[in-house]
Every structure is written in structure tokens, then in C-alpha cells.
């Protein structure tokens, strides 16, 4: 009679099969995790520009009704600036090529002169109630919103864009606020 003998042997490691199975889990999640990164930062780019623009807009509002003159927001490359409507949309030829400043301040009017620089790489059209067409701001080039002192505003349609990845937001005529937002990440 012969009787088997049973050996219980450990392994002594892992099969090639574990180790390739486990660094292609490890590969799709670091991939998975890098994209959200990288949209995350877009989106984040994006809504900072949005939130800062709608910023401008409630105080540009809010500016007209307390001092009774109108007020805007100017759209210029780059740069968004709160200002007395009086001074909106005046380009001087010699600083075309120069870095856009701060406008001077209006006397008696503490500090209500603001500007948002726009993050690197960031590009704002806008398009007015009245029409199907998007204005840029390209070099140059000026436009204007403007905010009444009983309140009211044209209402208006902001696109930020940042590499394919893009923000549309619609303002209310009533409060200057965002009315309508859509944002697409790619």
C-alpha cells in the first residue's frame, strides 16, 4: 500500500500575473487622478474669473444706485475694470501697446474704481441682449456694460474660455447677477 503524502509548501512570493494585475490598477487610478487634477484647475480658473466678474457687477450696480451716476464695467484684453461710465470705453492710442493700469480715481469717489486682471491663458467674449454675436476683446478693442442708478443693466452673456474648457454666464438685468451659468470641462 502506498499512501500520498501531502505537503502544505507556502508560497514564496507573488506570480508575475499578481504583480502586473495589481501596477495596471495602479495605472488607471494615478491616470484617473491626474485628470481630475488637470479639470479641476481648469474649472477652478474658470469660476474664480465667473465668481470676480459677478463680483464687479453687483458693486458696479450697487455704486450707480448710491451715487446716482452710471457706472460700467469696461472688457478690455485681460482686464475687467469697474469705472464711472463717463470714463468707460476711451482708448488712448498711446497706450495700446502698454500694460493697462488702474483708472484714476474720480474725486469723491473712495475707492470704488476696481479692476480683475483675467488668470493667464483665460479669453472673455461677451454678447449682448440684442444680438447673436459674440464681441472679443481683442488688442485694442473696448466694451462696455452698463449699470444705471435706478438699478438696472443691459442684460449680458460672459464666455470665458481657458484652453478647449469653457464658461457661459448669463446676467440678470434686475440684480446683476449670474441668471444662467453652463461650464464645460475638457
Known amino acids: ?49 465667473s ?12 455704486i450707480a444706485i448710491l451715487h446716482q451716476i452710471p457706472y460700467a464695467l469696461e ?14 470705453g476711451i482708448v488712448d492710442k498711446k497706450s495700446l501697446g502698454k500694460k493697462q493700469l488702474a483708472p484714476e480715481p474720480v474725486p469723491g469717489d473712495p475707492g470704488e474704481n476696481r479692476q480683475y486682471n483675467l488668470a493667464s491663458g483665460v479669453t472673455l467674449t461677451i454678447r449682448h441682449w440684442n444680438s447673436d454675436k459674440w464681441l472679443g476683446t481683442a488688442k485694442g478693442s473696448v466694451q462696455v456694460w452698463r449699470f444705471d442708478p ?28 449670474i441668471s444662467d451659468s453652463q461650464i464645460e470641462l475638457r
Do not use: Y
Not at 505537503?7 to 504583480?19: A, C, D, H, V
Open 75 to 88: 472688457f478690455r484684453e485681460g482686464v475687467v475694470r469697474l469705472l464711472p461710465f463717463a470714463q468707460a
Open 150 to 177: 435706478d438699478g438696472l443693466c443691459e442684460p449680458l452673456s460672459v464666455h470665458l474660455a481657458l484652453g478647449r474648457s469653457w464658461a457661459e454666464d448669463t446676467f440678470h438685468p434686475l440684480t446683476a447677477t
Open 51 to 62: 465668481g470676480e466678474i459677478e463680483l464687479l457687477a453687483k458693486r458696479a450696480r450697487t
Open 1 to 49: 500500500m502506498t499512501s500520498a503524502v501531502r505537503t502544505n509548501k507556502p508560497s514564496q512570493g507573488f506570480t508575475l500575473i499578481e504583480i502586473v494585475m495589481v501596477m495596471a490598477i495602479a495605472a488607471v487610478v494615478m491616470a484617473g487622478a491626474i485628470s481630475l487634477i488637470v479639470f479641476s484647475s481648469d474649472e477652478r480658473g474658470l469660476r474664480n474669473a
